[in-house]
C-alpha cells in the first residue's frame, strides 16, 4: 500500500492519458480538463507546504542566528505584508484605521516568530494575542476598508499594485538586464579558439554580433548580414531539428518507463 | 414561496422571448445602408455541409461556391453571412441561458457591462430581490432546467420550417468559400450546437449597400462526436512501436545481454564533484529549474536528483536543494529522503535541505545567486527545464568558483550552459544522464531502444526526401502527416 | 505626479540600484533586495494563485453546498475530489503519516506523462520527420547567393545537417571511422547554430539594460519636472529626495573606495 | 605570484568586473551622449522611404497602427519616423488602429508626434538640405484617426468600398464626411499607399484581402521575429518593402535624417556590442601569446 499504490495510479492515469489523446469524444475531453483542473488544485495545496518551508527555513535562521539572520524578517514580512494587502481593500475615501491594523498583524508576526524560537513562549504568545484582538478590533470596527476572500477587490488595492510596481517589477526587471553584463562576461571567459568547435561557436557569434555594424570596408556590412541571417537560419535550424527529436524521444522513453514503473528513482526508489 | 419566485422568473422569460428572437436575426445588419437602392448579388450556390470529422462534436463543416458577384465591380459581395435555423425551443432556452449569466453576475458581484434600461438590466433587477441562497437555487433548477429541455431539441428541430427562426452565426470576407461552424459543447453556453439533432444552414452574400441574396438552404444535417481520431494515427504507430522496442530492448538486458553506451562527459563529471565538495568541506547545490512536477525534464532530473543525494549521503557531504514549484518541492524530498535512506544514513538527512523559495522566476534566481555567493558551494547542478535565468545561475556559479554541470531541454538555454559551465548535457543527454549514472542495465536498454527509433527516423527521412523529389512522391510523405 | 507616486518610483529606483550593485559583490543592499523580493514575490503569488485559481477553480464551483454536508450537496460536487486530494497532500506535515502525500503525487505525475507520450511524439518527433522530407528546389540551387537562405541548398544542408546532428547523439556506438566523422560533422553544426542564437541574443539582453536606463532617466525628469506636460504638484521636496538619493549612493561608492584602498595597504 | 604574470596572461584573466564597468560606463555614456551612428541601409527599408519620399503634398497614405503596447519598443519608433517624415512633406494621413488594444496608444503617439512638428527643423537626405517650417497638426486638415472595429479582416475590405461604411464617424465621434481632408475620399483608390505597422496576424489580413483585392502599394512594420517569414510575399511583390524591428526604425530613420528612439537604441546596442567583441578579442589574444610563451618555454 505505501510503495505500490502510488506506482499503481502512476500506470493507471498514464495509461488512460495516453489512450485519451486519440479519443475526440466528449466524454474523453471532459475527463481530460477534469484531470487538469486537479494537478492546479493540487498544486495551489502544496503551494501551503512551499509558504510553510519558506516561513520554516527563514524561522530556523533566525533561531540559530545564522551569517544574515537579520535579512529573514525582511523576506517573512515581506511575504505576510503582501497577503494582507492581496484580502483587504478600500470601500471609502481614505484609508481609517487601516495602518494600525497592518501594523498589529505584523506585530502578531513578529510574536508568532518569537513564541516558536524563544523560551518563554508563554509571554509571546500573550502578545501574539493581544495584536490579534487589536487586529480584530479595528476589521470589526473601522467601515472604511474590507476584507475581501472570495472576490477579487484585493488585487486592485493601491498598496498591493504599488508594491507589485515599485518593489517587486524594478528588481525582478534588474534582475533580468543583469543578462546584458554576464552575456558579455561569459562571452569574454568561454570564447577562447582552443580547439574547432570552440573556434567555431566563437566565429558564428562573432558574425552574428557584427550583423549591424556599419563600420567596416568594402561592402563588408552587406556580406556579413546577409552570412548571420544564413546562420540563424541554415545551421542553427538544422541544430535546432535534430535536437527536437531527440528530446521527443527521450521524453517519451521517459515517460514510458516512468509509467511503466521500471525507472522509480523519482519518488526515491532505484 | 419558491414556486412563486420560479413561476415570476419564466412569466418575464415568456415576455421577453418574442422580442429576442428578432434581435439575433437582425444582428449581421449592423453595417447596412439601404437594402433597395441597388440591385441583390448573385447568390452563392451550391452550399453543402458535413459533420467535422475528429472531433468532439457539435461542430459543421459548410462549403460554397462563391456567388459570381465576388470579385470587384460595383455590385460586388462584400461578406458572406452564416445563418442557422433554430427551433422556438432554442430561443426559449437561450432566455434562460441569459438569466443564468445575470444570476451568476449577481452572485460573483460584477454587475458591469449591463446597460442602463436593457433587457438584462430588467432581469436584473429582479433577480437582486432574492437572497444568496436563493439564487443559488434558481440557478440550479434553470440549470437542471435547460438540460431537460435540452432533450427534446432533437425532436424541436423536426418541425422545420414551421416554429423557428434564423439564427446569425458569424460573417466571412469575400472570397471565403467554406466556414466552420464549431458549436460550443457545453449546455449551458449560447452556442451550444446538439449533436444528432437536424441543422439546417443558409449563407447570404452581402454587398457595400447590405443588399442580400440567401443560398439555398442546407439539411438536415447532424452533427456527432468520433471515438478515434484519424488524423493521430501516425503518432499511434509511432507511440506503439517506440514501446515495443522499450520493452524489448529492456527485457533483453534484464537477461543479461551486455549492451555498450559510449561515455558522456558530463555524467563522469558529477562522481567526480561529489568527491571534490567531500574534500574542500564545502556544500553541493543541486538546481531543479523552473519547470514544473508535470515537465519530464523535471521528472528527469528527480531520477538524477535521487542518484546524486545517495551518494552525497555515503560521502557525508551537504546537499542543497532551493526549489521554485511547491510539488517539485515535496517530490524532491520524498527522493533525498529516501535516497539517503537507501545510503543507510536517515540520522543525516534534514528537512530543509530541499527548501521552497518562490514562485517568480527571477526572485528565484536572486535567492540561488546569493546561495551560491553566500555558501560557496563546490559544485553546482542544474538540471531541468531552464529559461533566461540560466546564464545568470551559470555566471555567478564560476564567479564563486564552483564546478558546473548542466543539462536542459530548452534549446534556447543550451548556448548559455555550453559557454558557462563546464559539462553541458545536451537535449535528449538530460534524459539519458539517469540511466548512466545508475549504471543499471535495465535503464540502459532504454538507450538502445531509442538509438534504434532514431535510426528509424534517419533512414525514414532520408527515404522520405529522396522520394519527395518524384511526383508519387506525396503518398510516402502524407504517410507522416499529423493534422492538428 | 504626485509627491507619494514620486516617492514609490524613487523606492523602485533604489531598488534597482541595490539590485546592480550585485554586479561589484554581494553587499547588504543586495542582500536587502533578493530577502525582500524573495517574500513579496511569494506573497504575491499566494495572492494571486488563490483569486485566479482557487476561487474560481474550486470554491465557486462548490459555494452552493454547505460545510455541514461537506459541501457534497453542490451541483458540482466531484470537486471534491481534488481538493481531498490536496488535503493529503498536506499529510507532509507529520512524520507518520507523510507516505499519504505520495498518492496525489502519483497521480499528478501519472497524469503528466501520460499526457506527454502522445503529445511530444507527434509535435517533436512525427511533424518534424514529416517537415524534413521537402522537395528540393533544383531550378534555384543556389539562388543567384550561395547565402540564400530559400535556396535548394540550404535547404539540403538543413536535412543533412539535421541528420548528423542526429547522428551526434547515438548513446550504444563509438565515434570511430564513417561513423565518427558524420558525428563530427554533426557537432560543428551544432556548435555553429548555437554560436549564433548565442550572438543574435546579445542585441536583446542590452536592451533590457536600455529599459532599466529609461526608467532612471524618467525618474530624473520627474524630480526636475522636466516632463512636457508641467506638473501641477511639483515642488522642491522633489528635488531633495533626488538628491538625497544621489548622496546617498556616491557616499557609498566612496565608502567602498576608501576601504578598498585601506585593505591594500595593509 | 603576480610579478610573473605579463600582459597577455592579465589580458586572459580580468576581473570580470572591469568588463561590467567598461560596459556601464560605454552604455552610459553612449546613451547620454549626443550623436548619432551611420546605419546600414538595406533594400527593403529604402524602398519604403523613397516611395513615401516621392509624394507629392496633398497626397494620402493610410498607416495602420495594428499592434498593442505588447510590441511597442520595436514598432513605435517606425510609427514615429514614418509620420514625422511625411507631416513634414505636408502628406495627409488617415490613420486605423485595428488591434484591440491599440487605439489609446496610437492616439497618444499621434498626439505626441503632432508636438514635435511644431518647431522648424533642417533635415539632409538625398544629397538634399530639407528645410521644414514648424506648423500645427491639425485633426481633420492634418490627418484623420479612423479608431478600431472588430473582424479586422472585414473591416480592410470594407475600406476598400467605402471608408464610411465601418467608420461612419472618426475615433473622436466627428463624422467623417465633416472632415476636410476626407471630402472625395472615398476608398483605398484615393490613398497613394498602404503602411501596416503590425506584430501579429493583422498583416497575413492586409497582404491577402487588403493588398489582394484593391491592389494598392502596400508596405510593412513588423516585429523583428517576424520578418523572415515575410520575405517572401518582399519577392512575389505583393509587399513594396519591409521595416524589421528597431534595426528597420532606424534604418528609416537613417534615411529621413531624423534620429529618434530607434537610433538612440542602436547606438547603445552597436557600443555595447563593440564592448563584449573588444573583449572577446583581447581574451584571444592573451591566450594565443601565451601559449605561444608557454610552448617556446616548453622547448
Redesign the interface.
Known sequence: M?RQ??????????????I???????S??FVYT?????????????????????Y??SV?KIQHKK??WI??Y??????????V???SYKVGDSWGMYPLFVIALMALLYCLIHASISRSKGFWLGLSGAALAVSFGVAFFDDSWKLA????E??KNTM?T?????????????????????????????????N??AS???????????R????MPFGL??LV????????????????????????????????????G??R?????? | MKVKMLLAVFLLLAICSNSYAQDTTAEGDTTAISVDSLRLPAPPGNLSGRDKPNDHGHAIILDWELSPDDGGGSNSVLRYDIYKWVPQLMLDINLVRDSIIIIQKIIRKTTDGIEEGSQADSMLKVFSKFSKDELFDIRNRLTDHIKAENEGLAEASKSYPENGAWLFIDKKPSGTKTFDHIGSKEFKSKGFVPDYADLYYRVDAVTITGAKASSEIFGPIQSSGQWYNTYRTPVVFSVFLFTILTVFYVMRAKQGADLYVRPLGGIEAVDDAIGRATEMGRPILYVLGLGSAADIATIASFTILGRVAKKVAEYQTELLVPTYDPIVMTVAQEVVKSAYLDAGRPDAYKEDTVHFVTQSQFAYVAAVNGIMLRELPATNVYMGKFFAESLILAETGALAGSIQISGTDEIAQIPFFIVACDYTLIGEELYAASAYLGKDPVLLGSLKAQDYAKAAIIILAVIGVIVAQFDFGHYYVDLFEVVN | MEFSDFLWMTCGIFLTLATFSFLYKDNPFYKFAEHLVVGVSAGFFVVVLWHGTLVPNLFQKLEDGDWYMLWLNSSEWWYIIPALLGVLMWTRFSKEYSWVSRWPMGLYIGISTGIAIPLEMSNRVNKQLHAMMIEIDWANFFGGNILSTTSGFAQLLIFVGAIAALIYFFFSKEHKGLFGGVATFGIWILMIGFGASFGYTVMARVSLFINRMQDTKDWGIAAFNNAEVVNPHYGAQYQIVFWLLVLFVVGYIINEIVSHLKSKQV | MTEHKNIFDRMMSLDRRWIFLFLIVVCVATYTADFTIPINTEAEVESIFNFLDSLPEGDIVLVAIDYDPNNLAELHPMTYAVVEHLWRKKVKIIFTSLSQLGPAMADQAIRDISDSLKVDKTYNYNGVEHNFKGREIVNGVDYTFLGFKPYYALIILGMGQDFRLNFPSDYYGTPLDDLPMMQGVINYDQVACVVDLSGGNITDAWISYGQGRFNFPLMLGLTGVMVSQYYPFLGSGQVSGIMGGLLGAAQYEELADNPGRAKDGMRVQLFAHYVIILFIVLGNIGFFMSRRKRMEGGN
Request: aromatic share 16%.
Open positions: 505505501k499504490l502510488p506506482f499503481l495510479l502512476v500506470f493507471i492515469f498514464g495509461a488512460f492519458m495516453t485519451q489523446y486519440y479519443v475526440p469524444h466528449e474523453s475531453e477534469f484531470l487538469l483542473d486537479w494537478t492546479m488544485i493540487i498544486g495551489i495545496f502544496a503551494l501551503a507546504l512551499g509558504i510553510w518551508s519558506l520554516h527555513v530556523d551569517e544574515n535579512y529573514s525582511v523576506t517573512l514580512f515581506g511575504l505576510f505584508i503582501m497577503v494587502f492581496g484580502f476572500f472570495m472576490t477579487s484585493g488585487l498591493f504599488n508594491f507589485a510596481d515599485f518593489v517587486l517589477t524594478p528588481i525582478l526587471a534588474t534582475m533580468f538586464a543583469l543578462l546584458a553584463f554576464f552575456i558579455a562576461s561569459a562571452a569574454y571567459r568561454a570564447f577562447r579558439a582552443r574547432v568547435l567555431l561557436l566563437l566565429i558564428a557569434a562573432i558574425i552574428v554580433m557584427l549591424f555594424n556599419p563600420y556590412p552587406e548580414a546577409e552570412t548571420s541571417s544564413w546562420l540563424m537560419n541554415v545551421p542553427n535550424l538544422a541544430a535546432q531539428r535534430a535536437i527536437v527529436i531527440g528530446i521527443g524521444l527521450g521524453i517519451v522513453a521517459t515517460s514510458l518507463k516512468v509509467i511503466l521500471i525507472e528513482g523519482y519518488m526515491g526508489k532505484g
